[in-house]
């Protein structure tokens, strides 16, 4: 079994900034898309960004131009920079990977298990 394995949230104040990175728990044979979600209570999980193997990317209207995500496809992991945060980004981030354990098995989808960002002064 492998698990996403989150880092980085916390509490910050409003205008700060938080990095979060995402990697599986042990190697896999190959990851395709990789992203974050969030989810705030009493909403919906929502996508915040998204960046395919080859480097396209895919934000929310909600944070273009404030969150920018990579990855390093050598260590098949993905960041989330989040900048000048405000108290509406305060949500739980998910991590969320495509990815095959090895190469006979199924291609599928595997999350995180959520890190609290909390923007608040």
């Known amino acids: 079994q492998v698990q996403l394995v989150e880092s980085g949230g916390g509490l910050v104040e409003p205008g700060g900034s938080l990095r979060l990175s995402c990697a599986p728990s042990?190697?896999?044979?190959?990851?395709?898309?990789m992203g974050w979600y969030r989810q705030a209570p009493g909403n919906e999980r929502e996508l915040v960004a998204l960046v395919t193997s080859g480097g396209t990317t895919k934000y929310a209207d909600s944070v273009k131009g404030q969150f920018t995500i990579s990855r390093d496809n050598a260590k098949n992991t993905v960041s989330l920079q989040m900048n000048n945060l405000k108290p509406e980004d305060t949500a739980v981030y998910y991590c969320?990977?495509?990815?095959?354990?090895?190469?006979?098995?199924?291609?599928?989808?595997?999350w995180g298990q959520g890190t609290q960002v909390t923007v608040s002064s």
């Open positions: 042990r190697s896999v044979f190959s990851v395709s898309d």
């Open positions: 969320n990977a495509d990815m095959m354990l090895s190469w006979f098995s199924p291609r599928r989808v595997y």
